[in-house]
């Protein structure tokens, strides 16, 4: 069969337009699609949402854990610093930052190339994008990619300022919590408790529970507080102040007044009265079904006038002590456990707020806020063992008193003072002998001490607030076995308040804080514009660069001009080397197979030329070159 040359040859030129054909579609995927909805930067915006994120999170925890208690924030089981949250978000907002950084410089970077620019320039952006000192030190050539890659160690100026706005301080805070108190003391009045009678029937002594009343009264009580009250109150949290009330023995009064002007200066007689102070027993009879207390005292207020005269007031207070049940209002101060408790752990169970000036009369049954609930009515009789009469003679032992003024040759005076409570209202005077002076002022109102009237009554409450702890003698035991023992414990909620460690969250340095992370975004927006201009996907991977400098390597895929992930399929597991060229009469080192390769050699004890000092750029597009050949020759 003949062939005809002409149309072989027409098949052949056929075949050959067609393999060309099928070689220019290979070589233009993927199309090259530009736009801003094709190339919308996904992963640059998520690093902003993620910015966004961090910051308001670092915002949020500064805002709520301002004025927090440093032992219960974020809760009280699992308190957490608010730094180390604030160190977590400043981080996830690094983080964001940094893929915001790195997209943005390479779509900055390609454009670059896209529009065209010296290898120089090339070089000068890349070393910028990957070194951030070298943007630093980049003098007249700092540009936008310079700009954004400072930003990413601007974060350090972020997260510093963050971390300066959390400060603690030490507080007192009032009523910042409850507490639990679990105490020992008794609320009721038992008869036939305190006094012993003697053999006229008058109580002559008290029994051992009365007389650790008087001794806790004369060793525990100060200033109306009780020292040593953690014996019998647990629940208040160390180094804090719990308030509240308590329901315990106590005392109601009844009381009323008269005052008359005196001058002893002028109507001078013997045993001249000054001070005095005394109880008796009021026993229950027909007509009244409960024994009571009846408290007597008088005193003088005078001063020294002229002509030995002695002008002044004679005060006489007369009162009945019912025993009750009161509510104390209750201040608890727990010490801190590294010192030591029985000294700094006190219990206030008054409240001195009300101004009571010297002669006030009494009109309420109690005062400094204690209220009476009810009466504890004891029908004890004279002759027998009584709670009543234990507590009068308890009082009496404490309390009595009496101070008088007694002629003595000619116009001078002598002072006669009994009992303790009355040396402290009748001091002499060093300018004035006691022989010459008639005048004892007990007004003592201007230097706080008050009327004696007022005072008494407190250390009367004092004695019942220290009866209601000791009486049952349950301080003798320990609290872990008080229980078995037959001790009943009382609870009641108390507010906590004291000295605390608050977190303080200072605004200047969370507002500059803010202002720099919002900074480091605007100097970033600039190397988004024109995202829309590129047509594929593209990072500075230092493969791809190789890929689109047309690497040998790299080019011999047949998906060359593809995405690189497809390309690395295919010449992926290609084993490579840097060094000399087997063969090569040159002494340039090349980056080839592994079979082609040998390791380079010193030359007269210098390194071969090219293998010199290889910065972050020269490192990584020196390889794109060398795998590329040369730019200017071996492609």
């Not at 907002?93 to 997209?103: C, E, N, Y």
């Not at 910028?128 to 350090?156: C, E, H």
């Not at 409960?290 to 009162?319: D, F, H, Q, V, W």
Request: proline share 4%; glycine share 8%; charged share 20%.
């Amino acid at each position: 069969m003949d062939v005809d040359p002409k149309k072989v040859a027409q098949e052949n030129e056929e075949e050959k337009a067609g393999e060309e054909t099928t070689t220019l579609l290979r070589l233009s995927e993927p199309t090259w699609v530009p736009g801003p909805w094709n190339r919308f930067p996904t992963l640059g915006i998520v690093g902003f949402v993620v910015v966004f994120i961090g910051t308001v999170a670092a915002l949020v925890i500064l805002v709520l854990s301002d004025e927090q208690r440093v032992t219960e924030w974020p809760t009280r089981s699992r308190p957490v610093t608010p730094n180390v949250l604030v160190n977590l978000a400043t981080h996830f907002s690094s983080f964001g930052l940094a893929t915001a950084i790195a997209q943005g410089v390479a779509i900055s970077w390609w454009r670059k190339v896209l529009h065209g620019g010296t290898l120089r320039g090339l070089h000068d952006d890349y070393r910028f994008a990957t070194d951030p000192t070298a943007a630093l030190t980049a003098g007249r050539r700092f540009n936008l990619i310079a700009l954004a890659a400072v930003m990413t160690k601007f974060g350090v100026v972020d997260s510093t300022l963050f971390q300066k706005s959390i400060t603690t301080e030490l507080t007192y805070v009032e009523n910042f919590q409850k507490a639990n108190i679990q105490a020992w003391f008794t609320n009721k009045w038992a008869q036939g408790q305190g006094g012993i009678p003697g053999s006229d029937g008058d109580i002559e002594t008290v029994d051992q529970r009365m007389a650790d009343i008087v001794t806790a009264f004369n060793t525990r009580i100060a200033n109306e507080k009780c020292h040593d009250a953690q014996i019998l109150f647990n629940g208040c949290p160390p180094s804090q102040s719990c308030s509240g009330t308590l329901d315990a023995l106590g005392f109601a009064f009844a009381c009323s007044m008269s005052i008359e002007q005196i001058d002893y200066g002028i109507s001078r007689q013997s045993k001249s009265l000054l001070y005095s102070l005394a109880f008796d027993v009021d026993w229950s009879n027909e007509s009244k079904r409960y024994a009571s207390i009846n408290l007597n005292m008088s005193y003088i207020n005078s001063e020294n006038g002229a002509n030995k005269s002695c002008p002044g007031t004679l005060t006489k207070r007369t009162c009945k002590i019912r025993p009750s049940v009161v509510r104390y209002p209750l201040l608890i101060q727990a010490a801190d456990k590294s010192h030591s408790i029985n000294i700094t752990h006190l219990t206030h169970f008054l409240s001195q707020t009300e101004d009571y000036h010297f002669n006030a009369e009494l009109t309420t049954e109690q005062l400094d806020g204690i209220k009476v609930l009810n009466y504890t009515d004891l029908p004890e009789k004279f002759g027998e063992k009584s709670t009543v009469g234990g507590i009068t003679f308890a009082l009496n032992s404490l309390f009595k008193a009496k101070a008088a003024l007694d002629i003595i040759e000619g116009d001078n005076w002598d002072l006669e003072v009994e009992g303790p409570h009355a040396v402290a209202l009748f001091p002499a005077e060093n300018t004035t002998e006691i022989s010459s002076a008639c005048g004892y002022k007990l007004d003592r109102t201007a230097t706080g001490l008050g009327d004696p009237f007022i005072a008494l009554l407190r250390n009367i409450n004092s004695f019942g607030f220290i009866s209601a702890l000791y009486v049952s003698e349950a301080f003798l035991t320990p609290p872990e076995t008080r229980e078995a023992a037959g001790f009943k414990s009382y609870n009641f909620t108390a507010d906590v308040s004291g000295y605390v460690q608050l977190y303080n969250t200072q605004y200047g340095f969370l507002v500059a804080a803010i202002a720099a992370t919002f900074f480091s975004v605007v100097c970033l927006l600039p190397v988004y514009w024109g995202y829309w201009q590129l047509g594929r996907r593209l990072t500075l991977d230092p493969f791809e660069i190789a890929q689109a400098l047309r690497a040998p390597l790299l080019a011999e895929a047949t998906m060359g001009n593809g995405y690189l992930e497809e390309t690395l399929d295919q010449v992926g597991d290609c084993r490579i080397r840097y060094g000399r060229l087997v063969g090569d009469n040159d002494i340039y080192l090349r980056i080839a197979e592994s079979d082609r390769v040998m390791m380079p050699q010193s030359v007269d004890g210098k390194a071969e030329a090219g293998s010199g000092e290889v910065t972050t750029f020269a490192g990584e597009l020196a390889i794109r070159t060398a795998i590329a050949g040369t730019v200017a020759g071996q492609s």
